[in-house]
Protein backbone atom coordinates (compact mmCIF):
# COMPACT_ATOMS: atom_id res chain seq x y z
CA UNK A 1 0.00 0.00 0.00
CA UNK A 2 0.82 3.95 -0.63
CA UNK A 3 0.97 4.72 3.02
CA UNK A 4 3.37 2.01 4.21
CA UNK A 5 5.50 2.87 0.94
CA UNK A 6 5.67 6.52 2.64
CA UNK A 7 5.89 5.09 6.46
CA UNK A 8 9.22 3.17 5.19
CA UNK A 9 10.89 6.54 4.60
CA UNK A 10 10.48 7.38 8.05
CA UNK A 11 13.56 7.32 10.17
CA UNK A 12 13.52 4.54 12.55
CA UNK A 13 15.44 6.58 15.38
CA UNK A 14 13.99 6.54 18.47
CA UNK A 15 14.73 4.10 21.42
CA UNK A 16 12.49 3.13 24.22
CA UNK A 17 13.52 5.76 26.48
CA UNK A 18 13.35 8.32 23.74
CA UNK A 19 9.61 7.29 23.50
CA UNK A 20 9.04 7.07 27.12
CA UNK A 21 10.90 11.01 27.47
CA UNK A 22 8.25 12.02 24.55
CA UNK A 23 5.40 10.77 26.32
CA UNK A 24 6.88 12.77 29.45
CA UNK A 25 7.86 15.38 27.08
CA UNK A 26 4.16 15.76 26.60
CA UNK A 27 2.59 14.89 29.93
CA UNK A 28 5.07 17.42 31.85
CA UNK A 29 4.87 20.96 30.56
CA UNK A 30 2.56 23.58 31.15
CA UNK A 31 0.27 21.89 32.70
CA UNK A 32 2.17 21.59 35.44
CA UNK A 33 2.83 25.16 36.15
CA UNK A 34 -0.79 26.29 35.93
CA UNK A 35 -3.32 23.20 36.14
CA UNK A 36 -3.05 22.79 39.80
CA UNK A 37 -3.84 26.67 40.67
CA UNK A 38 -6.94 25.73 38.36
CA UNK A 39 -8.01 23.23 39.63
CA UNK A 40 -7.79 24.34 42.89
CA UNK A 41 -9.80 27.20 42.05
CA UNK A 42 -12.69 24.71 40.78
CA UNK A 43 -12.41 21.92 43.25
CA UNK A 44 -10.48 23.46 46.63
CA UNK A 45 -8.69 21.06 48.36
CA UNK A 46 -10.51 17.66 46.30
CA UNK A 47 -8.60 18.94 43.72
CA UNK A 48 -6.43 15.90 44.86
CA UNK A 49 -8.75 13.13 44.09
CA UNK A 50 -9.97 15.08 41.09
CA UNK A 51 -5.96 14.13 39.71
CA UNK A 52 -5.82 10.63 40.77
CA UNK A 53 -9.48 9.74 38.94
CA UNK A 54 -8.15 11.68 35.96
CA UNK A 55 -4.97 9.79 35.89
CA UNK A 56 -7.03 6.32 36.66
CA UNK A 57 -9.37 7.17 33.69
CA UNK A 58 -6.57 8.49 31.18
CA UNK A 59 -4.48 5.28 32.28
CA UNK A 60 -7.32 2.73 31.30
CA UNK A 61 -7.42 5.03 27.91
CA UNK A 62 -3.35 4.41 28.03
CA UNK A 63 -3.64 0.52 28.02
CA UNK A 64 -5.89 0.35 25.25
CA UNK A 65 -3.25 2.41 23.06
CA UNK A 66 -0.19 0.42 24.32
CA UNK A 67 -1.70 -2.95 22.56
CA UNK A 68 -2.68 -0.96 19.41
CA UNK A 69 0.59 0.94 19.05
CA UNK A 70 2.42 -1.91 19.47
CA UNK A 71 -0.10 -4.29 17.16
CA UNK A 72 0.43 -1.54 14.15
CA UNK A 73 3.11 1.14 14.69
CA UNK A 74 2.55 3.63 12.07
CA UNK A 75 3.03 7.97 12.59
CA UNK A 76 0.27 9.73 13.49
CA UNK A 77 -1.20 6.42 14.45
CA UNK A 78 -4.16 7.44 16.45
CA UNK A 79 -5.71 9.09 13.80
CA UNK A 80 -5.62 6.43 11.30
CA UNK A 81 -6.89 3.37 13.78
CA UNK A 82 -10.65 4.42 13.78
CA UNK A 83 -10.56 3.91 10.00
CA UNK A 84 -9.02 0.99 10.41
CA UNK A 85 -11.59 -0.44 12.42
CA UNK A 86 -14.81 1.56 11.45
CA UNK A 87 -13.99 2.69 7.48
CA UNK A 88 -13.22 5.90 6.82
CA UNK A 89 -16.34 7.97 7.97
CA UNK A 90 -15.31 7.25 11.66
CA UNK A 91 -11.36 7.59 11.28
CA UNK A 92 -11.74 11.10 9.35
CA UNK A 93 -14.14 12.20 12.32
CA UNK A 94 -11.84 11.32 14.98
CA UNK A 95 -8.83 11.89 12.92
CA UNK A 96 -10.37 15.36 12.25
CA UNK A 97 -11.26 15.99 16.11
CA UNK A 98 -7.55 14.74 17.07
CA UNK A 99 -5.76 16.95 14.34
CA UNK A 100 -7.66 20.14 16.04
CA UNK A 101 -6.33 19.09 19.64
CA UNK A 102 -2.70 18.41 18.37
CA UNK A 103 -2.65 21.54 16.50
CA UNK A 104 -3.64 23.65 19.54
CA UNK A 105 -1.12 22.49 21.92
CA UNK A 106 1.96 24.69 20.13
CA UNK A 107 -0.21 27.85 20.84
CA UNK A 108 -1.06 26.64 24.17
CA UNK A 109 2.91 26.06 25.12
CA UNK A 110 4.24 29.02 23.69
CA UNK A 111 1.34 31.08 25.74
CA UNK A 112 2.25 29.59 28.88
CA UNK A 113 6.14 30.68 28.32
CA UNK A 114 4.83 34.22 27.06
CA UNK A 115 2.41 34.63 30.90
CA UNK A 116 5.28 33.62 32.67
CA UNK A 117 7.94 36.21 31.17
CA UNK A 118 5.10 39.07 31.07
CA UNK A 119 4.64 38.45 34.98
CA UNK A 120 8.57 39.58 35.09
CA UNK A 121 8.45 42.23 32.21
CA UNK A 122 5.81 44.09 33.62
CA UNK A 123 8.16 45.41 35.99
CA UNK A 124 9.78 47.36 33.12
CA UNK A 125 7.27 48.49 31.45
CA UNK A 126 7.00 45.66 28.72
CA UNK A 127 3.54 44.52 28.73
CA UNK A 128 3.09 40.87 26.94
CA UNK A 129 0.28 39.71 29.19
CA UNK A 130 -3.52 42.51 29.50
CA UNK A 131 -5.08 43.13 32.03
CA UNK A 132 -7.56 40.38 31.55
CA UNK A 133 -5.07 37.72 31.35
CA UNK A 134 -4.92 37.48 27.55
CA UNK A 135 -1.67 37.86 25.51
CA UNK A 136 -1.09 41.48 24.04
CA UNK A 137 -0.26 42.01 20.29
CA UNK A 138 3.61 41.86 21.21
CA UNK A 139 3.03 38.99 23.47
CA UNK A 140 0.99 37.21 20.49
CA UNK A 141 3.89 38.23 18.11
CA UNK A 142 6.57 36.40 20.48
CA UNK A 143 4.50 33.42 21.26
CA UNK A 144 4.44 32.88 17.35
CA UNK A 145 8.46 33.75 16.72
CA UNK A 146 8.84 30.62 19.66
CA UNK A 147 6.67 28.74 17.45
CA UNK A 148 8.74 29.30 14.14
CA UNK A 149 11.99 28.49 16.29
CA UNK A 150 10.40 25.06 17.43
CA UNK A 151 9.70 24.50 13.63
CA UNK A 152 13.43 24.44 12.69
CA UNK A 153 14.04 22.19 15.52
CA UNK A 154 11.52 19.69 14.04
CA UNK A 155 12.38 20.19 10.46
CA UNK A 156 16.06 19.23 10.69
CA UNK A 157 14.69 15.43 11.89
CA UNK A 158 13.44 13.32 13.84
CA UNK A 159 16.87 11.73 15.55
CA UNK A 160 18.14 15.59 16.73
CA UNK A 161 14.55 16.60 18.16
CA UNK A 162 14.24 13.05 19.56
CA UNK A 163 17.28 13.80 21.59
CA UNK A 164 16.90 17.31 22.27
CA UNK A 165 13.58 16.62 24.18
CA UNK A 166 15.40 13.58 25.89
CA UNK A 167 18.11 16.13 27.31
CA UNK A 168 15.05 18.69 28.05
CA UNK A 169 12.79 16.06 29.87
CA UNK A 170 15.36 15.23 32.43
CA UNK A 171 15.19 18.85 33.18
CA UNK A 172 11.47 19.53 33.07
CA UNK A 173 11.07 16.10 35.33
CA UNK A 174 13.87 17.41 38.07
CA UNK A 175 12.39 20.73 38.70
CA UNK A 176 8.91 20.42 39.17
CA UNK A 177 9.70 16.81 41.38
CA UNK A 178 12.08 19.10 43.06
CA UNK A 179 9.63 21.71 43.61
CA UNK A 180 7.14 19.26 45.46
CA UNK A 181 9.77 18.51 48.32
CA UNK A 182 11.13 21.20 48.87
CA UNK A 183 7.26 22.70 49.00
CA UNK A 184 6.79 20.25 51.54
CA UNK A 185 9.32 20.84 53.75
CA UNK A 186 9.22 24.37 53.85
CA UNK A 187 6.50 26.61 55.18
CA UNK A 188 4.09 23.88 54.19
CA UNK A 189 0.58 24.51 55.83
CA UNK A 190 -1.84 21.50 56.38
CA UNK A 191 -4.74 23.76 58.19
CA UNK A 192 -5.28 24.35 53.97
CA UNK A 193 -6.80 21.14 53.71
CA UNK A 194 -9.75 21.40 55.67
CA UNK A 195 -10.47 25.76 56.28
CA UNK A 196 -13.82 27.46 54.90
CA UNK A 197 -16.53 24.49 53.80
CA UNK A 198 -13.43 22.06 53.98
CA UNK A 199 -12.02 19.70 52.28
CA UNK A 200 -14.72 19.30 48.98
CA UNK A 201 -15.19 23.11 49.48
CA UNK A 202 -17.25 23.39 46.20
CA UNK A 203 -19.03 20.49 45.92
CA UNK A 204 -18.50 16.92 44.67
CA UNK A 205 -19.86 18.14 40.86
CA UNK A 206 -16.98 20.88 40.11
CA UNK A 207 -14.49 17.78 41.75
CA UNK A 208 -15.35 16.09 38.44
CA UNK A 209 -15.99 19.05 35.99
CA UNK A 210 -12.15 20.14 37.24
CA UNK A 211 -11.30 16.81 35.09
CA UNK A 212 -11.80 18.25 32.10
CA UNK A 213 -12.10 21.85 32.34
CA UNK A 214 -8.35 22.78 34.44
CA UNK A 215 -5.63 21.37 32.48
CA UNK A 216 -6.16 18.21 34.76
CA UNK A 217 -6.68 15.68 31.84
CA UNK A 218 -4.96 17.84 29.47
CA UNK A 219 -1.83 17.47 31.25
CA UNK A 220 -1.82 13.93 30.85
CA UNK A 221 -2.44 13.41 27.17
CA UNK A 222 1.19 13.75 26.76
CA UNK A 223 0.91 9.61 26.64
CA UNK A 224 0.40 9.97 23.10
CA UNK A 225 3.54 11.13 21.87
CA UNK A 226 5.01 7.22 21.90
CA UNK A 227 1.80 6.30 19.67
CA UNK A 228 1.90 8.98 17.25
CA UNK A 229 6.05 8.21 17.10
CA UNK A 230 5.73 4.75 17.16
CA UNK A 231 6.30 4.30 12.94
CA UNK A 232 9.70 6.33 13.99
CA UNK A 233 10.86 3.91 16.81
CA UNK A 234 13.51 1.27 16.99
CA UNK A 235 11.12 -1.66 18.80
CA UNK A 236 7.91 -0.24 18.83
CA UNK A 237 6.13 -3.34 20.01
CA UNK A 238 8.36 -3.27 22.73
CA UNK A 239 8.63 0.21 23.32
CA UNK A 240 5.38 1.57 22.63
CA UNK A 241 3.46 -0.23 25.84
CA UNK A 242 6.03 0.82 28.42
CA UNK A 243 6.64 4.60 27.29
CA UNK A 244 2.22 4.68 27.60
CA UNK A 245 2.08 3.37 30.71
CA UNK A 246 5.15 4.01 32.30
CA UNK A 247 4.84 8.53 31.50
CA UNK A 248 1.05 8.57 32.94
CA UNK A 249 1.98 6.40 36.41
CA UNK A 250 4.78 8.75 36.78
CA UNK A 251 2.43 11.64 35.75
CA UNK A 252 0.12 10.78 38.26
CA UNK A 253 2.59 10.37 41.74
CA UNK A 254 4.54 13.63 40.08
CA UNK A 255 0.65 16.00 39.43
CA UNK A 256 -0.89 14.63 42.78
CA UNK A 257 1.81 15.55 44.60
CA UNK A 258 2.30 19.18 42.80
CA UNK A 259 -1.44 19.69 43.86
CA UNK A 260 -1.14 18.65 47.75
CA UNK A 261 2.46 20.94 47.62
CA UNK A 262 -0.01 23.76 45.77
CA UNK A 263 -2.72 23.43 48.79
CA UNK A 264 -0.39 24.02 51.30
CA UNK A 265 1.42 26.42 50.58
CA UNK A 266 -1.84 29.28 49.78
CA UNK A 267 -1.51 32.62 51.81
CA UNK A 268 -4.67 34.08 52.17
CA UNK A 269 -3.36 36.87 53.77
CA UNK A 270 -0.83 37.36 50.91
CA UNK A 271 -3.42 37.13 48.12
CA UNK A 272 -6.28 39.71 50.13
CA UNK A 273 -8.56 36.66 49.79
CA UNK A 274 -11.04 35.39 52.92
CA UNK A 275 -9.95 31.90 54.20
CA UNK A 276 -10.92 29.10 52.15
CA UNK A 277 -12.65 30.76 49.05
CA UNK A 278 -11.24 28.66 46.71
CA UNK A 279 -13.43 29.95 44.43
CA UNK A 280 -11.92 33.54 44.71
CA UNK A 281 -8.61 32.21 42.92
CA UNK A 282 -10.22 32.60 39.68
CA UNK A 283 -12.73 35.10 40.11
CA UNK A 284 -10.17 36.95 42.13
CA UNK A 285 -7.51 36.16 38.79
CA UNK A 286 -10.22 37.94 36.44
CA UNK A 287 -10.40 41.00 38.70
CA UNK A 288 -6.66 41.14 39.47
CA UNK A 289 -7.20 40.69 43.24
CA UNK A 290 -4.53 38.13 43.27
CA UNK A 291 -1.22 37.33 41.08
CA UNK A 292 -1.53 33.65 41.60
CA UNK A 293 -2.88 33.02 38.43
CA UNK A 294 0.07 34.33 36.48
CA UNK A 295 3.19 32.65 37.96
CA UNK A 296 1.17 30.81 40.14
CA UNK A 297 4.08 28.35 41.76
CA UNK A 298 6.57 31.14 41.63
CA UNK A 299 4.55 33.20 43.33
CA UNK A 300 4.27 30.52 46.03
CA UNK A 301 8.02 30.31 46.31
CA UNK A 302 8.77 33.53 46.10
CA UNK A 303 6.05 34.15 49.35
CA UNK A 304 8.38 31.03 50.85
CA UNK A 305 11.59 33.47 50.96
CA UNK A 306 12.35 30.66 48.20
CA UNK A 307 14.49 32.95 46.02
CA UNK A 308 16.59 30.40 44.56
CA UNK A 309 13.29 28.27 43.81
CA UNK A 310 11.64 30.99 42.25
CA UNK A 311 14.13 32.10 40.03
CA UNK A 312 14.50 28.02 38.44
CA UNK A 313 10.73 28.39 38.41
CA UNK A 314 10.60 31.29 36.17
CA UNK A 315 13.40 29.68 34.61
CA UNK A 316 11.23 26.16 34.01
CA UNK A 317 8.41 28.21 32.91
CA UNK A 318 10.82 28.73 29.64
CA UNK A 319 12.13 25.09 29.33
CA UNK A 320 8.83 22.85 30.21
CA UNK A 321 6.04 25.09 27.98
CA UNK A 322 8.85 25.38 25.20
CA UNK A 323 9.96 20.97 25.35
CA UNK A 324 6.15 19.94 24.79
CA UNK A 325 5.57 22.62 22.19
CA UNK A 326 8.87 21.24 20.43
CA UNK A 327 7.30 17.48 20.79
CA UNK A 328 3.11 18.49 19.84
CA UNK A 329 4.64 20.62 16.88
CA UNK A 330 6.02 17.16 15.63
CA UNK A 331 2.99 15.85 16.82
CA UNK A 332 0.96 17.98 15.12
CA UNK A 333 2.61 17.52 11.66
CA UNK A 334 2.44 13.73 12.06
CA UNK A 335 -1.44 13.98 12.65
CA UNK A 336 -1.89 16.01 8.99
CA UNK A 337 0.47 13.16 8.24
CA UNK A 338 -1.86 10.22 9.20
CA UNK A 339 -4.84 12.40 7.42
CA UNK A 340 -2.80 12.27 4.43
CA UNK A 341 -1.83 8.81 4.48
CA UNK A 342 -5.82 7.87 4.93
CA UNK A 343 -6.30 9.35 1.59
CA UNK A 344 -8.42 12.00 3.08
CA UNK A 345 -6.49 14.97 1.60
CA UNK A 346 -4.00 15.34 -0.39
CA UNK A 347 -0.87 13.18 -1.35
CA UNK A 348 1.73 16.27 -1.12
CA UNK A 349 1.02 15.66 2.80
CA UNK A 350 2.34 12.45 2.51
CA UNK A 351 5.77 13.60 0.92
CA UNK A 352 8.85 12.83 3.10
CA UNK A 353 12.14 14.88 2.74
CA UNK A 354 14.60 12.80 1.63
CA UNK A 355 17.02 14.65 3.97
CA UNK A 356 15.40 15.43 7.35
CA UNK A 357 13.16 12.41 7.14
CA UNK A 358 10.21 14.41 8.45
CA UNK A 359 6.54 15.42 6.46
CA UNK A 360 7.82 18.90 5.44
CA UNK A 361 4.51 20.51 4.10
CA UNK A 362 2.81 19.17 7.10
CA UNK A 363 4.94 20.16 9.47
CA UNK A 364 4.63 23.70 7.16
CA UNK A 365 0.69 23.67 7.35
CA UNK A 366 0.80 22.81 11.43
CA UNK A 367 2.85 26.16 12.51
CA UNK A 368 0.47 28.37 10.31
CA UNK A 369 -2.51 26.36 11.53
CA UNK A 370 -1.49 26.80 15.03
CA UNK A 371 -0.52 30.38 15.06
CA UNK A 372 -4.23 31.10 13.92
CA UNK A 373 -5.61 29.47 17.49
CA UNK A 374 -4.14 32.78 18.75
CA UNK A 375 -6.68 34.21 17.51
CA UNK A 376 -10.15 33.21 19.49
CA UNK A 377 -7.82 31.57 22.47
CA UNK A 378 -5.34 34.36 23.49
CA UNK A 379 -4.50 32.66 27.17
CA UNK A 380 -4.17 29.16 28.37
CA UNK A 381 -7.27 29.32 31.18
CA UNK A 382 -9.01 30.18 27.18
CA UNK A 383 -7.81 27.24 25.51
CA UNK A 384 -7.39 24.23 27.87
CA UNK A 385 -10.93 23.24 28.06
CA UNK A 386 -10.86 23.20 24.09
CA UNK A 387 -8.18 21.17 23.78
CA UNK A 388 -8.98 18.73 26.86
CA UNK A 389 -12.30 17.85 24.96
CA UNK A 390 -11.23 17.32 21.56
CA UNK A 391 -8.45 15.18 22.64
CA UNK A 392 -10.66 12.94 24.61
CA UNK A 393 -13.39 12.92 22.16
CA UNK A 394 -10.74 10.81 19.58
CA UNK A 395 -9.52 8.65 22.43
CA UNK A 396 -13.29 7.30 22.71
CA UNK A 397 -12.92 5.23 19.37
CA UNK A 398 -9.51 3.58 20.95
CA UNK A 399 -11.68 0.73 23.15
CA UNK A 400 -13.87 0.04 20.50
CA UNK A 401 -10.72 -0.39 17.77
CA UNK A 402 -9.38 -2.78 20.10
CA UNK A 403 -12.45 -5.03 20.61
CA UNK A 404 -12.87 -4.84 16.80
CA UNK A 405 -9.79 -5.88 16.02
CA UNK A 406 -9.98 -8.31 18.64
CA UNK A 407 -13.11 -9.80 16.66
CA UNK A 408 -12.37 -9.00 12.97
CA UNK A 409 -8.29 -9.39 13.14
CA UNK A 410 -7.45 -11.93 14.97
CA UNK A 411 -4.56 -12.98 12.87
CA UNK A 412 -2.44 -9.94 13.78
CA UNK A 413 -0.09 -10.25 15.84
CA UNK A 414 0.27 -9.10 18.98
CA UNK A 415 3.19 -8.26 20.84
CA UNK A 416 1.46 -6.80 24.03
CA UNK A 417 -2.19 -7.94 24.61
CA UNK A 418 -4.06 -6.37 27.22
CA UNK A 419 -5.50 -8.82 29.99
CA UNK A 420 -8.87 -8.19 30.50
CA UNK A 421 -9.50 -5.99 27.47
CA UNK A 422 -13.42 -7.00 27.55
CA UNK A 423 -13.54 -5.33 30.65
CA UNK A 424 -11.01 -2.41 30.24
CA UNK A 425 -12.09 -1.71 26.42
CA UNK A 426 -15.51 -0.13 27.65
CA UNK A 427 -14.06 1.48 30.89
CA UNK A 428 -11.81 3.16 28.14
CA UNK A 429 -14.44 4.05 25.97
CA UNK A 430 -17.27 5.38 28.93
CA UNK A 431 -14.42 7.16 30.56
CA UNK A 432 -13.52 8.72 27.85
CA UNK A 433 -17.07 9.60 27.13
CA UNK A 434 -17.24 11.22 30.56
CA UNK A 435 -14.53 13.35 30.42
CA UNK A 436 -15.96 14.92 27.01
CA UNK A 437 -18.79 15.38 29.04
CA UNK A 438 -17.43 17.01 31.90
CA UNK A 439 -16.18 19.41 29.46
CA UNK A 440 -19.40 21.07 30.09
CA UNK A 441 -21.38 23.40 27.84
CA UNK A 442 -21.36 25.27 25.73
CA UNK A 443 -17.97 23.88 25.51
CA UNK A 444 -19.31 20.44 24.04
CA UNK A 445 -21.39 22.54 21.58
CA UNK A 446 -17.96 24.53 20.24
CA UNK A 447 -16.30 21.02 19.45
CA UNK A 448 -18.86 19.56 17.92
CA UNK A 449 -18.92 22.37 15.64
CA UNK A 450 -15.32 22.38 14.84
CA UNK A 451 -15.65 18.41 14.24
CA UNK A 452 -18.70 19.18 12.07
CA UNK A 453 -16.82 21.79 10.19
CA UNK A 454 -14.22 19.29 9.12
CA UNK A 455 -16.76 17.65 6.61
CA UNK A 456 -16.60 20.98 4.86
CA UNK A 457 -12.65 21.28 4.85
CA UNK A 458 -13.26 16.97 3.64
CA UNK A 459 -15.44 18.23 0.44
CA UNK A 460 -13.37 21.20 -0.56
CA UNK A 461 -10.21 18.42 -0.98
CA UNK A 462 -12.87 15.92 -2.21
CA UNK A 463 -14.29 18.68 -5.04
CA UNK A 464 -10.67 19.59 -6.09
CA UNK A 465 -9.89 16.29 -6.89
CA UNK A 466 -7.22 15.39 -4.09
CA UNK A 467 -9.06 13.20 -1.98
CA UNK A 468 -8.86 9.44 -2.48
CA UNK A 469 -11.17 8.53 0.27
CA UNK A 470 -15.05 8.27 0.25
CA UNK A 471 -16.32 8.92 3.47
CA UNK A 472 -19.78 8.63 2.44
CA UNK A 473 -19.20 5.29 0.47
CA UNK A 474 -22.09 2.40 2.07
CA UNK A 475 -19.69 0.47 4.28
CA UNK A 476 -18.07 3.50 5.65
CA UNK A 477 -21.40 5.01 6.62
CA UNK A 478 -22.56 1.67 8.08
CA UNK A 479 -19.76 1.47 9.89
CA UNK A 480 -19.24 5.46 11.48
CA UNK A 481 -22.93 6.55 11.75
CA UNK A 482 -22.53 5.92 15.28
CA UNK A 483 -20.10 8.69 15.57
CA UNK A 484 -22.19 10.88 13.75
CA UNK A 485 -25.45 10.21 16.31
CA UNK A 486 -22.74 10.35 19.40
CA UNK A 487 -21.76 13.40 18.91
CA UNK A 488 -25.32 15.09 18.79
CA UNK A 489 -26.00 13.10 22.01
CA UNK A 490 -23.05 14.04 23.71
CA UNK A 491 -23.94 17.75 22.85
CA UNK A 492 -27.62 17.29 24.45
CA UNK A 493 -26.65 15.51 27.39
CA UNK A 494 -23.87 18.04 27.68
CA UNK A 495 -26.76 20.93 27.50
CA UNK A 496 -29.45 18.94 29.56
CA UNK A 497 -26.55 17.94 32.58
CA UNK A 498 -24.95 19.57 35.46
CA UNK A 499 -22.90 21.09 33.78
CA UNK A 500 -25.49 22.83 31.46
CA UNK A 501 -28.60 24.11 32.33
CA UNK A 502 -28.91 21.76 35.17
CA UNK A 503 -32.45 19.84 34.40
CA UNK A 504 -30.37 16.39 34.63
CA UNK A 505 -28.66 17.14 38.16
CA UNK A 506 -25.32 15.22 39.46
CA UNK A 507 -24.78 12.69 40.00
CA UNK A 508 -27.72 11.10 38.04
CA UNK A 509 -25.96 13.27 34.74
CA UNK A 510 -23.01 10.66 35.39
CA UNK A 511 -25.11 7.81 35.54
CA UNK A 512 -27.48 8.97 32.27
CA UNK A 513 -24.28 9.26 30.77
CA UNK A 514 -22.42 5.88 31.50
CA UNK A 515 -25.65 4.18 30.18
CA UNK A 516 -25.43 5.89 27.01
CA UNK A 517 -22.13 5.14 26.63
CA UNK A 518 -22.41 1.79 26.99
CA UNK A 519 -25.11 1.80 24.32
CA UNK A 520 -23.03 3.36 22.37
CA UNK A 521 -19.99 0.99 22.56
CA UNK A 522 -22.10 -2.00 21.92
CA UNK A 523 -23.22 -0.22 18.61
CA UNK A 524 -19.63 1.00 17.95
CA UNK A 525 -18.89 -2.77 18.07
CA UNK A 526 -21.40 -3.80 16.35
CA UNK A 527 -20.58 -1.49 13.63
CA UNK A 528 -16.75 -2.64 13.33
CA UNK A 529 -15.68 -4.61 10.38
CA UNK A 530 -12.93 -6.24 8.43
CA UNK A 531 -11.34 -2.92 6.63
CA UNK A 532 -9.34 -3.20 3.38
CA UNK A 533 -6.30 -1.79 4.93
CA UNK A 534 -6.38 -4.80 8.40
CA UNK A 535 -7.22 -6.91 5.31
CA UNK A 536 -3.78 -5.97 3.52
CA UNK A 537 -2.19 -6.01 6.32
CA UNK A 538 -2.60 -9.91 6.89
CA UNK A 539 -2.38 -10.92 3.51
CA UNK A 540 0.91 -8.98 2.63
CA UNK A 541 2.19 -9.13 6.16
CA UNK A 542 2.74 -5.50 6.32
CA UNK A 543 1.35 -4.96 9.81
CA UNK A 544 4.91 -3.81 11.16
CA UNK A 545 6.45 -1.81 8.70
CA UNK A 546 10.10 -2.29 8.21
CA UNK A 547 12.96 0.26 6.83
CA UNK A 548 14.11 -0.66 3.08
Known amino acids: MESNISDRKLRKELSTIDLLFLSLGGI ?11 AAGVAGPASIISWIVGGIIVLFIALVYAELGAMIPRSGAIVRYGQMSHGSLAGYLFGWAYFLSAVSVPPIEAIAVVSYAGSYSHNYGIDLVGASGVLTFLGIVLAALLMVLFFFLNYFGIKIMGKVNTGVTWWKLIIPAGTVIILFVVGFNAVNFNVGAG ?3 NGWANVFGA ?3 TGIVFSYLGFRQAVDYAGEAKTPQKSVPIAVVGSVLIGIVLYVGLQIAFIGHVDWTAIGL ?3 DWAGLLTGTATGLTTLGAAPFATLASSAGLVLLTYLL ?6 SPSGTLNVYLGTSQRTLYGLGTNGYFSKALMKVNEKSGVPVLPLIASLVIGIIFFAPFPSWYKLVGFISGSTVFTYIVGGSALTTLRTH ?3 LHRPFKLPGSKILAPIAFVGASLIVYWSGWPLVGYLAI ?3 LGIIVYLVFLIAGHSESNIFEANSVKGGIWVVVYIIALVILSYLGEYGAGYIAFPYDAIVVIIVSVIFYIWSIKSGFLTEEIDAMIKNGTQFVKEE
Open 274 to 276: PRG
Open 199 to 201: FVA
Open 450 to 452: AIF
Open 314 to 319: FADAYV
Open 211 to 213: IAT
Open 409 to 411: AKE
Open 28 to 38: IGSGWLFAAFA
